[in-house]
């Protein structure tokens, strides 16, 4: 019988035995705009998560758990299961 080196191997389902083959979720619950979300990965990008969201508006700024997010950082703030994300959209007007 081979032997595996499973640290080599990075979705262990790929040697379970055919029938036992359990589909894995990864899944995280925010709070957007006080609604609940859940979304089907483990931690999102504020870019990513504008576009599934389909926020383009460019006049906004985004939160997450408090704290300002730099328009920069978009790409690098990672928002994780249980945070609390605002978009709030800036407008003015007269």
């Given at each position: 019988?081979?032997?595996?080196?499973?640290?080599?191997?990075?979705?262990?389902?790929?040697?379970?035995?055919?029938?036992?083959?359990?589909?894995?979720?990864?899944?995280?619950?925010?709070?957007?705009?006080?609604?609940?979300?859940?979304?089907?990965?483990?931690?999102?990008?504020?870019?990513?998560?504008?576009?599934?969201?389909?926020?383009?508006?460019?006049?906004?700024?985004?939160?997450?758990?408090?704290r300002?997010?730099?328009?920069?950082?978009?790409?690098?703030?990672?928002?994780?299961?249980?945070?609390?994300?605002?978009v709030?959209?800036?407008?003015s007007?007269?």
């Amino acid at each position: 019988m081979k032997s595996f080196d499973f640290m080599d191997f990075t979705d262990f389902r790929l040697y379970l035995p055919i029938g036992n083959q359990t589909e894995i979720t990864e899944e995280m619950k925010i709070t957007l705009n006080n609604e609940p979300l859940t979304i089907d990965l483990d931690s999102i990008t504020v870019e990513r998560l504008l576009e599934l969201k389909k926020y383009t508006f460019r006049l906004r700024i985004v939160k997450i758990n408090g704290r300002l997010i730099d328009r920069d950082s978009y790409g690098r703030e990672v928002i994780y299961d249980g945070d609390t994300v605002q978009v709030i959209y800036l407008m003015s007007g007269g």
